[in-house]
């Protein structure tokens, strides 16, 4: 069963415009939220977080968006840039530090 | 931010020995790391989670013989690959987290032939 799903597996999106990768979790324990960023062969390399309390965190050019009530969080990269271009993980916790990772969206940005 | 390094980064062996992958972390102490291992194309699925001192917590499914874990400090965790066969090559990558985020190592990609 997967507690924490992201149901596009790709995404394109034109260079200067905005990305947004969605991802649904079920387990309603879950009260701590991450965004990471991978390339093929490497370690994911980590993004931005959100708790439970919050409903949206921005960092720079990445804003994350939590709505508790549909189990729905989102990831905005605005503007995008072909460097955005990797595969984006969302994971999640109930406080143990022990994560669940969705099954990723690969993010393609054109130039 | 914290970082943690995972050694090595790639290994090719042969079918039937042992790999041991190190995982360190390099400006906190971590108590607890976890190993992640990912199919191509696939997501990073939690494999176990390593407590410094006690024995760790395998997931569902994981076989505990064949993927042998070891936390001996709060800086050090090690998982070796016990009679590895093609169907273990994969990408490990492990993780130590503090209270805001979770830190992960590069990865290691193991070949097994």
């Known amino acids: 069963d997967q507690q924490v799903k992201q149901n596009s597996p790709s995404l394109s999106v034109q260079e200067g415009r905005i990305s947004i990768l969605n991802c649904d979790y079920t387990?309603?324990?879950?009260?701590?939220f991450l965004w990471y960023k991978k390339y093929p062969a490497e370690g994911p390399t980590f993004l931005i977080s959100?708790?439970?309390?919050?409903d949206k965190n921005e960092d720079g050019r990445f804003t994350v968006f939590l709505n508790k009530s549909a189990k729905h969080l989102s990831l905005h990269i605005v503007p995008s840039q072909p460097g955005d271009s990797a595969v984006y993980f969302c994971a999640a916790s109930d406080g143990t530090y022990k994560y669940i990772f969705g099954t990723g969206t690969r993010l393609k940005v054109l130039a | 931010g914290a970082v943690v390094s995972q050694h090595p980064s790639w290994v090719i062996c042969k079918s039937g020995t042992s790999v041991k992958i190190e995982c360190r972390s390099l400006?906190?102490?971590?108590?607890?790391m976890f190993w992640y291992r990912q199919f191509p194309k696939q997501s990073l699925m939690l494999m176990a989670t390593s407590n410094e001192g006690s024995k760790a917590t395998y997931e569902q499914g994981v076989e505990k013989d064949k993927f042998l874990i070891n936390h001996a400090s709060l800086t050090l965790s090690t998982l070796t690959v016990t009679s590895a066969h093609p169907e273990d090559s994969s990408f490990y990558i492990c993780s130590a987290a503090d209270p805001t985020e979770a830190f992960f190592g590069q990865g290691t990609r193991l070949t097994v032939v």
């Open positions: 400006d906190f102490q971590a108590t607890t």
């Open positions: 959100i708790s439970s309390i919050k």
């Open positions: 387990n309603s324990m879950f009260d701590y």
